[in-house]
Nanobody, 116 residues
Framework: QVQLVESGGGLVQPGGSLRLSCAASGSISSFNYMGWYRQAPGKQRELVAH???????NYADFVKGRFTISRDNAKNTVYLQMNSLKPEDTAVYYCNLLNLNGMDYWGKGTLVTVSS
């Protein structure tokens, strides 16, 4: 089993920044993907960004140039730096870990609200 604990959500004004963190613990494979998804009210969950162990990050087009994903493998932690936030970025952000054996794990989510 893998546990994921997110932190860093909150209320921010348009144009502002937030940094999300997600710490993983448990049976984590040496190679894995860690990433962030989001779900806005009335919409499906969508990929924001993900990054494999020792690999290159991939981003959804709607966050390219604004968000940066990074990871600290020693801490089993993934971060999402979100800049130039827009009201349409308002959503619950979920941390995800995909293990080498194909098992998929989710955090409980953290709410990001972008509003003036």
């Amino acid at each position: 089993q893998v546990q994921l604990v997110e932190s860093g959500g909150g209320l921010v004004q348009p144009g502002g920044s937030l940094r999300l963190s997600c710490a993983a613990s448990g049976s984590i494979s040496s190679f894995n993907y860690m990433g962030w998804y989001r779900q806005a009210p009335g919409k499906q969950r969508e990929l924001v960004a993900h990054i494999p162990t020792g690999g290159t990050a991939n981003y959804a087009d709607f966050v390219k140039g604004r968000f940066t994903i990074s990871r600290d493998n020693a801490k089993n932690t993934v971060y999402l730096q979100m800049n130039s936030l827009k009201p349409e970025d308002t959503a619950v952000y979920y941390c995800n870990l995909l293990n080498l054996n194909g098992m998929d794990y989710w955090g409980k989510g953290t709410l990001v609200t972008v509003s003036s």
